[in-house]
C-alpha cells in the first residue's frame, strides 16, 4: 500500500482508502469520482498532480495526493 | 434496468424511515418537496444539509433519524456516504460497460498533445505567460483601453459634448441645472461619456477574452499551474479564477470568491482583490498613462506584484488556520464556438454596463451636488496636504475623491491631467500606484459589506485608506531620494 503522491507515473493503481478526517475533502473526493476499487494513473507531479481515472482528469494539490492509499 | 440497490444495511434502514415518514401524516417535515420519500430518506443518510436544517426543527424526529443511521452504520465497514456513493458509481460503471462502445483511439491526439503542453511545467509556463500577454495585455489592454477608449473618447469629445454643452447653455436658463447635465462634471458629458467610452470598451474586450480561455477549457489548467503559487499567499489555484476575473472587474471578482471553500480563503481573496488587484477599466487607463515610459510601467507593475504577493504571505501567515486544499477536474481542450463565446460575452457585457451605468450616473450627481453645496472644496481641500506630501500638484486633489466614488473614474481623471501635461513621471507613477492600492469603487465596497459583513468590509477601509497614502509617499519619498525621475 502506498501513498499516491509517491507512486511511479504512468503505473495504472487502484485506490484502497483514505488518510483524511476532513469530511468536506472525503465528500470531494468521492464527487471526483475518487474511491476505494477504482483505478487511477498519476500522470504528473509539478505543478501540480494530475491523475487520470476512467474518461477524466483531475488536479489535485500535494496535501490531497498525501491523503489517498493505493495498491 | 435495475434500480439502484444498496448494501443491506442502508436498504433496510430506507424502509424503516420512508415507512416512518409515511406515517407522520401531518407532522411530515418536509411537505414543500416533490422527491419520492426514497429519494428523500437518501438525502437524510447522507446528512444534505439543507434537509437536516429542516429537520432539526423537531428534535424527536431528529433523534429518529440519528438512530437509524447509528443502525446502518453500525452493520457497515465503511461511512454510510461513501457505501452510497460507490454503490451508484458501480452502477454508473455497469451502465457505461452496456451502453458505451469506444473506438480504439478513444481521445483526439492534438487535443492530447496540446493538453500535455499546457501542463508541462517547461512549457506550460510560456505557455502561460503568452496567453496572458497576448489576450489581457495586449487585445484588453493595447486594443480594448488604448485603441477602442480613445476612437470612442475623441468621438464624446468632438460629436457629442460640444452638442450638450450648447443645447443645455440654450435651454436651461439656470446654470446649476446646465451643470448637472452637461459641462464638466454633467451626467451625460462625464458619468455617460466615462460609462461608454472608458469602461465599455474595457469590459466588451476582458468579457471576450475571458469566455474564449474559458470555452476552450484553458482556465483549470491556469488554476493547476499557478496553485502551488497561490497556496504561498494563503490562497489554493481555485482562487486563480476570482483573481483573473478582478482584472476584468473587481465587484464582479467579489461575487466570485464565494466559489472558495474556506471563509478564510474569501476573506484574504477579498481583501487583495480590494487593495491590490486593479480592474481593467482602471489598468487600462494606467496602462495608457505610463505607455510613453516603459520603465515607469514596468516599475508600477512590478510594484504592485510585489504588494500582492508580500500582503498575501503576510495575511496567510497571521490569519489562523489552513488553506483550502486543490482539486479540480481539468476538462478536455475544445476548440471554443465563436457563436456562444459572441452570445455569453453580450450577455456579461450587457449585464455589466446596466449595473455600472446607474453607478456612474450618481457619482456625476454626487460631485454636481457635493461642488454646488460646497461641501466637495472642503474635501478637496482637507486632501491637498495629502496629495502635496505625495509630491503631486494640488489639481490631482480632486482625482482622490472622486476616486473613491469609482476606481475608475478617479484613473480616468488622470488621464485628463496628463493630457493637460500638468504631470511628471514619477508623480504619474505615485498617482497610479495610490489609485491602484486606493479603496475600491463604491459598487466593490457594497459587495464587501454584502457577502463579507459590516465590520470585515471597515476593517479593510480602515487598513486600505491609510496603507495606499503612505506607500504612495514612501515611493515618492524612495524616488527622490534615489534621484529616479522616470
Known sequence: MNVLSTIEIGQPKTIVGYHTQDATLLRKLVTLGMMPGIEIILEQRFPSYIIKLGHTRTSIDRETAESIFVQ | MNPVVYPEPIEAAIARLEAWLRDLGDRHPFPGYTLSPRSLVLLLLQKDPALWEQLQRDEEQCREVEIEIAVAQNQLHQPLELAIAQTRHQQARMLERVALQQPKSGTQPWAETLHQITVNPITGFPILVVILYLGVYKFVGEFGAGELVDRIESFFEGQINPVVDRFVAQTIPW??????????????????????????????????????????????????????????????????????????????????????ETKRERLIATFLLSLAVPCAAQWG????????????????????TAIFLGVGYLTAKFLPGASGGFYMEIPPLRLPKIRNILTKTWVRVKWYFWEVLPLFIWASVFIWFGRLTGIFDLIIRAIEPLTLALGMPKESAPIFLYGFFRRDYGAAGLFDLQQQNLLTGNQLVVAAIVLTLFLPCVAQLQMIVKERGMKIAMAMVLFIFPFAFLTGFIVNFGLTQLGINF
Open chain 2, 175 to 260: 446654470e446649476p441645472i446646465q451643470d448637472l447635465i452637461g459641462n464638466e462634471y454633467g451626467i451625460i458629458t462625464l458619468g455617460i461619456r466615462y460609462a461608454t467610452a472608458i469602461v465599455l470598451p474595457v469590459v466588451a474586450t476582458y468579457f471576450l477574452m475571458f469566455s474564449l480561455l474559458e470555452d476552450s477549457g484553458y482556465l483549470p489548467r491556469l488554476s493547476l499551474m499557478l496553485d502551488r503559487l497561490f497556496k504561498w499567499i494563503g490562497l489554493s489555484g481555485r482562487a486563480v479564477i476570482p483573481m483573473v476575473l478582478g482584472l476584468g472587474c473587481d465587484t464582479m471578482a467579489t461575487i466570485v470568491t464565494r466559489t472558495l
Open chain 2, 285 to 304: 487607463v494606467i496602462l495608457g498613462l505610463l505607455a510613453q515610459k516603459p520603465a515607469a510601467l514596468i516599475f508600477w507593475g512590478g510594484f504592485i
